[in-house]
Each structure stands twice: as C-alpha cells, then as structure tokens.
C-alpha cells in the first residue's frame, strides 16, 4: 500500500503547479527570468519545499521535470498555431504560468548578462553569473539602491543561494560563539563573517574557525549585512549610538541582549531600520539551543526567513510576539542553569549512596541529555512519559514523592517567574536609559 504521505510516482497538475510557483518564486525573487532558472543551488532549495509539501522527488528529477517544460515551452514559442505539445501531459495547465516565468524580463545587472539570452543549450550549467560582490567599504546613503540590484532581497528570503551573504558579530561571548558555529555549519563562509570586541580575550576561538576579527564596531557594520548585537544589555545603547549612521536599508540588526525591547532599538536604530529581537540560549555551543525571536515593525517576513535559515544549525528556531521573548528567557536561556543545578543535585545524589563523583557527574549528565532527546522527540507530554517509567510501589514513584515533598514544582515555577520578571526589569532599565 502506498505511503500516504509520499504522492505518487507520476507528476500530478498539483505537483507539477507547485514546482512553477516555488521556481517563480525563487526566480523572479532574483530579478531573473526563466531562462536562468538553472542553478542548481535554486533546485536544492525546491527540493526542500517540495519534500516539505510531501513531494519526494530527487534534485535530478526536479530539474529533468522543468527541461520538459522548458522544451515544451520553446515548441510552443516556435510553432504557436500547432497543436498543444504533448510531451508534457496537460501543458495548456501549465502554460500561463510558464509565459510568466520566461517571460518577465526583468533587466540584469551583470557584465555580459543579458535577459533575452537564450539559455536552452545551457540549462545544466551550474553558473552564477548574475551574482555581484558585495561592497567592502560603508556605503553612503546614494549606494542604497544598489543593495536591491545586486539582490539583497532574495538573500534575505533564501541565504543558502548565495555563500557571499556577509555576517558581522558585535561582542565575541558564548552566545556570539555558539550562534557563528550554526551559522558556519550552514552555507555561510568563514571568510564572509567578522566579529568584533574591545579586547582579544576571546577573539582566538573565533580565528581558529576561520573567522576576521577586529577591535572596530564600524568596521564589522560596513562589510556586513546582518548584523548580530552581542554583547551586555547595558551596552547596546552606546553601540548602537557608534553604529547608527552606518546602518543602512540593506542591513538586519539582530540583537541577542536580554531585556532589551524593540521598541528600544528601533529608537536607537535609523528611521525604517530592520530591527529582530533574538534569545537564544547556552546549547547553541553545541548546535542544540533554543532560540526564540520576534521581528520589529520594519522586518518582513523574508527577513524571518533569512534569519530561520541562517540558524537552523543553532538548535530549534521559533518566531513568536515580542511578550514571548522575556518568557522564553526565564524558561530556556535561564533555564539551563536550572537543568545544571538539578543534574549536579542527582550526581551529589549518587555519590552520598556511594558511587564515585566522576562517575556519578557522567551518568547525571547522560540522563538528562538522554531524557531531553526523548521528551523532544517522543512528542508525548513530560507528564505521559513520567508516568511510563513509573511503576506501581516502585523506585521512580517513592523518588518522585520526595521531590514534590520538596517543593520541587513550585520552585521551578517560581524560578521562571523570577528570571522572566528580571529579564523584563532589564527591558524596563535599558528603554530609561536609551532615552537618556
């Protein structure tokens, strides 16, 4: 019997419509038009969401499918009066949508790019030709429209379609580390991401990925285009201070530092400045974090996209309303601590039964990774799985009596309230301070 979740092995009118619009889509987002769709970077980001969509089809498949309609398409162009091509069933359901894609003819910008080039007898090719460098130096504000020739919107709706999208760091601490790690475990290259910091005290483990570092917040702007603010909350308003002339319309700021609101960058930020609150959490060292952001007024949903898929690596990425981003604080990048606390408790556990400290420090910390990937990736709810290993008169149930004699719900409870409370005290003292 056949998967229902895998369509079947002929291309369907459904399949076959979705596969135009995301091409469409990713094309016509690049100021192409349909003859340049043949970059196989493009089919691999098609593949994704056709499989997302429950379409498993191979990159080869995908991009045997679209010479079919291309073919199709040129016999059309050729022969108008002739009949339908039958090579591809059903081409009149395909054929508006094909005229749109090949025949937008947006301009390119690129030396020796034309858009009336006829690419039939170069669909395979896997160049990149209409692809620009990206600016070296601060911009002035007349240099903005460039940003939109040379394609800054379709890498913000895609990254991985262009490896010269530039990162810039402001702060080198773990949470800086950890999210360059993901980042750089995507298509990112490490000689398109610079970080800065006022010491080198932690700019080594960044050189050793491969990483520019320097000493200048102005310099990390101006070669960038998202940029990541790191560093104290009591910080960001002087930085953003030093930077905000350099800030233009192609760039996305992103800051890391808890309790400081958008409405307080957006502030401290140019007028219409793409501005995104991101939390992310200490397991991003190890490309297991949680991270949670909210977009200002001025970002789009592409720049979501951007940012979802510039991190993806990091550990489980979530957009929600800013109201969320202090809750998650207190439960995900405070909480860790909390999870520390209560492992080092059931080692400490283990060693006044008398099992040996390292011992007892490695099996605590295997239980409670062992236990995270299982909540996680079982979908039940904790109570269901707490339940299934308890039984009746048993070691877990006496266990867990003693725990709830101790408070152990409540308290944990309370300790998100508290870290939630402190991080939006934060939001409260860096918005006073930014109007200062």
């Known amino acids: 019997m056949e998967d229902s979740g895998i369509k079947k092995q002929n291309w369907d009118v459904k399949e076959t419509e979705l596969f135009l619009e995301i091409l469409k889509e990713l094309d016509m987002k690049k100021c192409l038009d349909g003859r340049k769709v043949r970059n196989t970077k493009l089919f691999k980001v098609a593949h994704r969401r056709m499989t997302a969509a429950g379409y498993h089809r191979s990159v080869d498949q995908l991009k045997f499918r679209w010479k079919l309609l291309k073919s199709a398409y040129y016999k059309f162009k050729r022969e108008p009066d002739s009949p339908a091509p039958t090579k591809i069933q059903g081409w009149w359901r395909y054929e508006k949508t ?5 025949e937008a003819r947006r301009p390119l910008v690129a030396a020796g790019v034309h858009s ?5 007898q170069t669909e395979d090719s896997d160049g990149d030709a209409s692809m620009l460098p990206w600016p070296q ?7 903005q429209s460039l940003d939109l020739i040379v394609g800054m919107v379709t890498i913000k709706m895609d990254p991985e379609m262009d490896s010269q999208l530039k990162i810039g760091f402001i702060g080198a601490g773990n949470m800086a580390f950890g999210i360059a790690k993901g980042i750089l475990s995507g298509s990112v290259l490490p000689v398109n991401v610079k970080v800065s910091a006022p010491s080198a005290r932690n700019l080594g483990r960044f050189q050793e990925l491969g990483v520019a570092v320097s000493h200048s917040n102005v310099e990390v702007v101006c070669g960038s285009d998202v940029v990541f603010i790191a ?23 992103v800051s890391v530092a808890a309790g400081v609101t958008l409405a307080t960058l957006e502030e401290l930020l140019p007028e219409n400045a793409v501005a995104i609150r991101l939390m992310p959490n200490l397991p991003c060292l190890v490309q297991e974090g949680a991270l949670l952001f909210a977009r200002g007024s001025h970002a789009k949903q592409e720049d979501g996209t951007l940012l979802r898929s510039l991190l993806h690596h990091c550990g489980l990425v979530e957009e929600g309303p800013e109201a969320w981003i202090d809750i998650h604080t207190g439960l995900s990048g405070s909480g860790v601590a909390f999870v520390y606390l209560f492992a080092e408790a059931l080692a400490e556990g283990a060693v006044k039964m ?4 390292v011992l007892a420090h490695s099996i605590a910390s295997q239980t409670v990774l062992g236990a995270g990937r299982l909540l996680r990736d079982s979908g039940k709810h904790p109570a269901q799985l707490r339940s299934e290993v308890c039984t009746p008169g048993g070691t877990t149930i006496y266990g867990l009596h003693t725990l709830e004699q101790g408070g152990v719900r409540a308290a944990t409870m309370s300790a998100v309230e508290s870290a939630t409370e402190r991080a939006r005290e934060l939001g409260r003292k860096s918005a006073a301070g930014s109007r200062k």
């Open 354 to 357: 008398g099992m040996p400290s």
């Open 98 to 102: 094909m005229i749109a894609i090949m």
């Open 231 to 253: 560093v104290k909350p009591h910080l960001v308003p002087l930085v953003l201070t030093e930077i905000s002339q350099y800030v233009t319309d192609r760039h996305v700021i």
């Open 137 to 143: 130096h601060c911009p002035d504000n007349t240099s």
């Open 116 to 120: 009336d080039r006829n690419d039939e």
